[in-house]
């Protein structure tokens, strides 16, 4: 496959990062890089490509050693443990540089000269573009089937038309991915929680690729956790900012049900003089619950609504604990030359 060409623009300097979660991919990682190296080097940009290598426990960390050793683009971030998917891509783009950022898989599930292609929808004015396996070659029932049902489902609940949610081969604009706190399994719920903060968000179709061992290290065993994230993007695009709009109507609808209730047992008992325990004890233990609820609901909100701001002051707390990076260049982040933040790659 010949990567596309990139369209130039007038910017004589730009930056691009290619962050790549690894997870014992020693057999695949020498391919990889040989492609991503031709690729870089037919695109002429200022490059690096940041390996992060998720607890492998394969020859993964040194062959990324020995990359690193004789590529100076080449930044590893160990991670001390196998911490997911999702920690490993916000490792690496906390680590990236670029102005632009790419992630795709280790694996080689993703075709490195599809690149450009991200790249030039990207120039055309949005903040993400998102790879879409319109041909996959997975197994009908096992994997294209359920994909489709969830990403119908994440479409309809996030409010984001993408086809694929599911896929890691997607390009952003750095201000945009390193304002997400990422954790769970939210990397595909990206585009999501971008477009809540204005991102414009487009898809281009991609090759789907078997991939070549024949395994995934991030697969089915996550289903239900990636469908308890969905539940909690949902929250998060609707209430995140005020929660009290989320438990108030139930614990206002709780008290006023307990209080109607309750005014109609005190009526009936001065109207009537019936004994209310006797005559309407179940109504009045109703009324009672129903009002404590309502009371519990409400303060849940207010609580919820002090949490809210621990969460945005303390929302940059990493979900990783990286070792020693290994870069032989420079800083502890790895890069000889600091790239300049008004040397925008692809900027409009």
């Known amino acids: 496959m010949s990567p596309e060409p990139v369209r130039r623009r007038s910017h004589s300097a730009r930056q691009l990062s290619i962050v790549v979660p690894l997870f014992n991919e020693q057999a695949t990682l020498a391919e990889l890089h040989r492609r991503l190296d031709a690729v ?46 999702t920690a490993a891509l916000a490792a690496g783009f906390d680590a990236a540089a670029g102005a632009v950022i790419v992630a795709m898989d280790g694996d080689l599930q993703h075709a490195p000269e599809e690149i450009p292609k991200l790249l030039n929808k990207l120039a055309e004015g949005y903040d993400i573009v998102s790879g879409w396996r319109e041909q996959r070659q997975d197994n009908l029932w096992t994997r294209r089937i359920p994909s489709r049902i969830a990403n119908w489902l994440m479409a309809r609940l996030s409010g984001v038309a ?24 939210m990397h595909r719920f990206i585009p999501a929680l971008a477009s809540w903060r204005g991102a414009r968000i487009a898809e281009v179709p991609i090759a789907n690729i078997v991939r070549p061992q024949n395994r995934s290290h991030y697969g089915l065993s996550r289903t239900w956790r990636v469908m308890a994230d969905l539940i909690t993007v949902r929250f998060l695009l609707r209430y ?19 209080m109607a209730g309750g005014s109609w047992v005190l009526a ?31 303060g849940l909100g207010l609580l919820a609504e002090l949490l809210t701001r621990i ?11 990286v070792a020693q990076p290994i870069d032989l260049s420079a800083d502890i982040w790895g890069r000889s030359e600091p790239l300049r933040p008004d040397d925008a790659i692809l900027r409009q």
């Open 268 to 298: 009936t008992k001065v109207i009537t003089g019936d004994p209310v325990f006797v005559e309407h004890g179940p109504l009045l233990l109703l009324s009672v619950l129903l009002i404590q609820s309502g009371v519990f609901l409400v």
């Open 162 to 185: 993408l086809h694929d949610f599911g896929t890691t081969f997607k390009a952003y604009r750095a201000p945009i991915i390193k304002r997400i706190a990422l954790y769970g399994d």
């Open 311 to 321: 969460y945005v002051d303390g929302r940059h707390r990493r979900i990783y604990t």
């Open 240 to 258: 995140v900012t005020r929660p009290l709009h989320f438990f108030g109507p139930a614990g206002f609808a709780c008290l006023a049900l307990g």
């Open 40 to 85: 870089l080097l037919l695109l002429g940009l200022p490059s690096e490509i940041v390996y992060v290598d998720d607890g492998s426990t394969d020859g993964t960390a040194a062959a990324l050693a020995e990359l690193a050793a004789r590529d100076s683009r080449v930044r590893v971030i160990p991670l001390t443990r196998n911490y997911g998917q």
